[in-house]
Nanobody, 114 residues
């Protein structure tokens, strides 16, 4: 079983930057990919960015060029560097891991203000 714990959310002005972190624990050897999803009020949860073991990445079109995902394989961590934040980026951001099952963190709120 894998457990994910996120940190780094908060309030930021439009155009600013924020970095999210997530640490995996438990059966980390079963992890095949880690990344981030988000859910804005009244909307469905959507992919933000995922990095598979080996380094291949997948980004939502809406964040390409602004967000960067990275992983520290030794520490079982995944990061999301978010630059040029927009009002539409306001959401609860969930850390995600694909192991034997899909695993989710508890979520961290990112609020972008004007």
């Amino acid at each position: 079983q894998v457990t994910l714990v996120e940190s780094g959310g908060g309030l930021v002005q439009a155009g600013g930057s924020l970095r999210l972190s997530c640490t995996a624990s438990g059966s980390v050897r079963s992890i095949r990919a880690m990344g981030w999803y988000r859910q804005a009020p009244g909307k469905q949860r959507e992919l933000v960015a995922v990095e598979a073991n080996g380094g291949s990445t997948n980004y939502a079109d809406s964040v390409k060029g602004r967000f960067t995902i990275s992983r520290d394989y030794a520490k079982n961590m995944v990061f999301l560097q978010m630059n040029s934040l927009k009002l539409d980026d306001t959401a609860v951001y969930y850390c995600y891991a694909r192991a034997w099952l899909e695993v989710w963190g508890q979520g961290t709120l990112v609020t972008v203000s004007s």
